[in-house]
């Protein structure tokens, strides 16, 4: 397996899990859920067709791209409610840029 390739994966993954964090500071406490959601699944599909894009390889394989959209969706995911959301930093970045006041659930 080629280095670079095994590089274009790294950095995609690591990507996969900023990209919450990356939606927070485009959003505001108030943006509906679903707006969300539908611009991480953006941000995740063009990142998992840059990193096959990057592939050093001789050919572009569409459906890699597409498996590796829904990897970093997937992973983008699980790191929001994993991590960032319990840990604070999804409030804080939404706070960052003018997002207003975290609302809070009853």
Sequence with gaps: MDASLDKAYWLGLAISVVLPVLVGLVT???THAGVKAVLLLALSTLNGFLVELANPGPDY????AVILSLV???TGV???FGLWKPAGI???????LGGGAPVRSV
């Design 28 to 30: 505001k406490h108030v």
């Design 61 to 64: 394989d569409f459906g890699t």
């Design 72 to 74: 970093s969706f997937a």
């Design 78 to 80: 699980l790191m929001h």
């Design 90 to 96: 999804s409030d804080k970045a939404q706070s960052a």
